[in-house]
């Protein structure tokens, strides 16, 4: 996939406040810190068009971005332990449940788990809401670039167990590993994908 324009669109957090052209939408959704804006950033081919931060919680909107004006990437709020205060955090749950529930033009989600650890129960349940109510997803396997050949098949393995699907894309934004996959699958349900 050619990406000739990526552009930061908007911040929301109302509803009302979504865009209204209908073009298609991919979310990237995971636990805070898994890396989703690094995710972003290597699928669009732009270092910092995503804001990236080492501090967990930093994305507290759902962020909008125009992809060769035709579709966009949503970055959603991370879940977990992210460091944000009670009130800001409970809004999140909300928010994010209602973009994936409420969302005709979302196509697909990019479900993000980091492959140095186990899914979590939070990534379990993320993947049994999307699933409910039958939103195509991606599993994506994070930051394989820090584990060794050996390390990332056994990850694979523990990953694919847990979550009850041998359908895991592999990804590292250093080497590229999984880019061309993540492509493939975009491209396979995002109706304005050239």
């Known amino acids: 996939m050619k990406v000739r324009s990526a552009r930061f669109i908007k911040s929301v957090q109302n509803p009302a406040d979504f865009p209204r052209d209908q073009l298609d939408e991919v979310a990237f959704v995971g636990r805070s810190n898994v890396g989703k804006?690094?995710?972003?950033?290597?699928?669009a081919g732009i270092k910092g068009l995503a804001?990236?931060?080492?501090?967990?919680?930093?994305?507290?909107?759902?962020?909008?971005f125009s992809i060769n004006e035709r579709f966009y990437f949503?970055?959603?709020?991370?879940?977990?332990?992210?460091?944000v205060p009670k009130r800001v955090?409970?809004?999140?749950?909300?928010?994010?449940?209602?973009?994936?529930?409420?969302?005709?033009?979302?196509k697909l989600v990019l479900l993000?788990?980091?492959?140095?650890?186990?899914?979590?129960?939070?990534?379990?349940?993320?993947?049994?809401?999307?699933?409910?109510?039958?939103?195509?997803?991606?599993?994506?396997?994070t930051k394989t670039d820090k584990l060794s050949r050996n390390q990332l098949v056994?990850?694979?393995?523990?990953?694919?167990?847990?979550?009850?699907?041998?359908?895991l894309?592999?990804?590292?934004?250093?080497?590229?590993?999984?880019k061309d996959s993540v492509w493939s699958k975009i491209r396979s349900v995002v109706s304005q994908v050239e």
């Open 37 to 43: 804006s690094k995710l972003l950033n290597a699928l």
């Open 51 to 64: 804001r990236i931060s080492s501090s967990p919680g930093r994305t507290q909107t759902i962020n909008f």
């Open 74 to 83: 949503v970055d959603l709020p991370g879940y977990g332990y992210a460091k």
């Open 89 to 106: 955090k409970a809004q999140w749950r909300p928010m994010v449940e209602g973009y994936l529930e409420g969302r005709p033009q979302l």
């Open 112 to 141: 993000l788990v980091d492959c140095r650890i186990e899914p979590t129960p939070a990534d379990i349940q993320m993947m049994e809401w999307v699933d409910h109510y039958g939103i195509n997803k991606v599993i994506i396997l």
């Open 154 to 167: 056994q990850s694979v393995k523990k990953a694919s167990k847990a979550l009850g699907t041998e359908e």
């Open 169 to 178: 894309i592999p990804f590292s934004t250093v080497s590229g590993l999984g």
